[in-house]
């Protein structure tokens, strides 16, 4: 398992944070990496979306937690040629109310179980991109809040 978080406080109230990062369609606005998403079912807990990344792939993801306006959890799976050769890759959105300079304090948690030991030490070389990709993400949300 390999897992990479980074914060950062937004200028907004939790309710106008949580209206963008719990919304599909938004993603690609503010996740990087993400090229398009759209919802393939439900809503909440459980929902199943569509996921295109910037280079061309495309993975489902189920909604595994879910907590209004607080937390937003989803899972991406690859699987390869067996059962042991699947990846899955979890995404969280953590939100808090920050008491002491108002607005809300954005946590992004990405954990990842790499296909094997050598897709492993692969991710672990390229965990700088994934934390220069949370912060790029971190940017965007807190720009997008600002707006409204």
């Given amino acids: 398992m390999i897992l990479v978080e980074r ?3 937004v200028m ?3 309710e106008v944070v949580w209206n963008v990062v719990q919304r599909a369609e938004q993603l690609p606005a503010w996740l990087a990496g993400v090229r398009q998403a759209e919802v393939l079912s439900g809503e909440g807990f459980g929902r199943r979306q569509l ?3 910037g280079r ?3 993975c489902e993801a189920e909604v595994i937690a879910y907590q209004e306006p607080t937390l937003i959890g989803w899972r991406e799976r690859a699987k390869g040629a067996g059962a042991r050769a699947e990846a899955r890759t979890e995404i969280y959105v953590q939100l808090t109310t ?3 300079q108002g607005g809300s304090i954005v946590r992004l948690i990405v954990v990842r ?3 094997g ?3 492993a030490a692969l991710l672990r070389l390229g965990m700088r991109r994934v934390g220069a990709d949370l912060e790029e993400s971190l940017a965007r949300l807190t720009d997008l809040a600002a707006v409204g």
């Fill in 56 to 58: 061309g792939s495309a």
């Fill in 117 to 119: 030991p050598v897709k």
């Fill in 12 to 14: 907004a109230p939790i």
């Fill in 51 to 53: 996921v295109q990344a």
């Fill in 98 to 100: 920050d008491e002491e």
């Fill in 7 to 9: 914060s950062a406080h």
């Fill in 113 to 115: 179980w790499p296909a």
